[in-house]
């Protein structure tokens, strides 16, 4: 009995590198990051659906209990008021707040702060440098003509 020759790792006619393969297992594959509003999308539908089944559930309860039928619709149309009022109250606090703080989410206020003080710092090292040299200080010398001004994105 004569053996099949071995080719390696052949498939159908090509060659593939096990370091090939190895890179195509680390790939992960890219997942688009949710939108700015689907936050509060979900956090409107939580209050709205929250409302109609705490309250229409305390009146399915009430409705097995006094042996009625009228206080789950009631329940539910009181739950889905509530909710929307909540809803409406929760977005009127944000349209009431200045536009700056509204602009910024938490983590570009975050970035923020933390470059003013890292221009802090700098300023305070640069100075302490400057004294402990007896070099001239920005403010003693003349003014430049290209002053950089740092924004926040």
Not at 3 to 18: C, D, F, K, L, Q
């Amino acid at each position: 009995m004569r053996r099949a020759p071995r080719h390696g790792n052949r498939m159908h006619g090509t060659s593939v590198s096990p370091d090939k393969v190895r890179d195509a297992m680390k790939m992960f594959p890219r997942v688009n990051p949710p939108s700015k509003g689907a936050d509060e999308v979900w956090a409107v539908l939580g209050s709205l659906m929250s409302g109609l089944l705490l309250f229409g559930g305390l009146g399915w309860l009430l409705d097995q209990w006094w042996d009625i039928r009228v206080m789950a619709p009631v329940g539910a149309i009181v739950g889905m008021a509530l909710g929307i009022y909540a809803v409406v109250m929760r977005h009127a606090q944000r349209a009431d707040a200045t536009p700056e703080t509204s602009e910024l989410t938490s983590s570009a206020r975050a970035k923020a702060d933390a470059a003013r003080a890292l221009r802090e710092a700098k300023t305070a090292n640069r100075r302490r440098a400057l004294r402990s040299t007896g070099s001239v200080t920005r403010q003693d010398a003349a003014p430049c003509a290209d002053i950089r001004r740092e924004t926040v994105a």
